[in-house]
């Protein structure tokens, strides 16, 4: 499918109104919206749905908006299972956390008629412009390790990639490669983690390598503090990823909630201890999304409200969010220093070389589920 263009996607906006009538829509019993959420019953990142839910759940208008919330495991199968059970209740919006989940779903899910929002890490580059009502929003994590790699480049120093077996999996390791040889920067070589023993053998691997720089991608955290004091012992330099509840103390790009906005007082007390959790920011945001839109349709359908999603433009728990063309909702991205203000990050990749083919690694399973055994 040709994604929608802005044109396209403000035009039916404006006929929201229209579907109704001023009048008529006054006239006209509001109904909620239901919103039925497709969610993973494991995290192999640990907390990542709790956090998203409680970030939902914290911005939903409730008077508009009922939540079902569906858990399902891994496997394709235990997935057409979950997704046949949430239609049963023939919801107005489905909501599914795990990047690619609606490809692995493409045989259950209407072709047309029922407005999804995918939500995950944001993983891969691709932005699952699969079918007509297919609207996406992540925490950019392929454009974070892109521009990381492209940001290292500048400063010349050959750098050391070290993945966990969990990001070897997915188009981390890709993005960030693509962007540091892409701009002129030197990867010396790459790593595996596998145990913990393996921690004095890696750093010397990436010594002997030459590197300067180690960037570690280690998601669920289970290696990263004990990595970061090694390679610093080093003499090494050292950036990681941040998709985890505390991001090893080392710079990184990624989304940030604003803990100056007027939203923060209000988002940290109803998830409590999930605030810290990026993936909360994301559900947050996304609620937020969710509810703007509701609150223009008297009457959810599924034009009506495809239009008003695509239409949106708001403050969010991470900045100013807009809708891109392609159904995308965008945040802003900076690079983070320990010790140092937050950097804004302008030169994202194009959208086209995001739907590219040619970057796109395929990754096996729906991130964040927890690996099929």
Known sequence: MTPPSRRSVLKAAALVPALFGAGQARAVAVRPLHLAALVPEHDSVPGFTAAFLAGLRSALDTTRIVLQVTASGPRPSQLRRAAEEVLQGTPDLLLTLGDG????????????????????????????????????????????EWLLGQTLAQRRLPTFLLMSQQDSGYDLPLAFSRGLLA???????????????????????????GAQHLHLQDTAQH????????????????????????????????????????LWG????????????????????????????????????????????????????????????????????????PGRAAQPMMNRPHATALASGELRSGHLFAFPHAFPG
């Open 223 to 262: 290696h990263a503090l004990a990595l970061l004091r090694a390679a610093r012992a080093a003499g090494l330099t050292v950036t990681t990823t941040a998709l985890s509840a505390t991001p090893a103390p080392a710079e990184r790009i990624s989304t940030v909630a604003d803990t100056g906005s007027a």
């Open 101 to 144: 989940l609606p490809d692995l779903l493409s045989d259950v899910l209407p072709l047309a008629g029922l407005p999804t929002v995918a939500a995950g890490a944001g993983v891969a580059p691709t932005r699952m412009t699969g079918r007509p009502g297919l609207l996406t929003a992540t925490l950019h994590a392929w454009e974070a």
């Open 183 to 209: 701009a002129g920067g030197t990867l010396s070589g790459s790593g595996l983690i596998e145990t913990a023993a393996d921690q004095r053998d890696l750093i010397h691997r990436a010594q002997s390598s």
């Open 266 to 337: 209000g988002f940290q007390r109803a998830v409590g201890p999930h605030a810290s959790h990026p993936a909360a920011a994301l559900g947050h945001d996304i609620g937020l999304w969710i509810t703007h839109s509701a609150a223009q349709l008297p009457q959810p359908s599924p034009v009506a409200l495809i239009a008003a999603l695509s239409a949106q433009q708001f403050a969010g728990l991470r900045g100013a969010l807009y809708v891109t063309a392609d159904g995308h909702l965008s945040a802003p991205l900076a690079l983070h220093t």
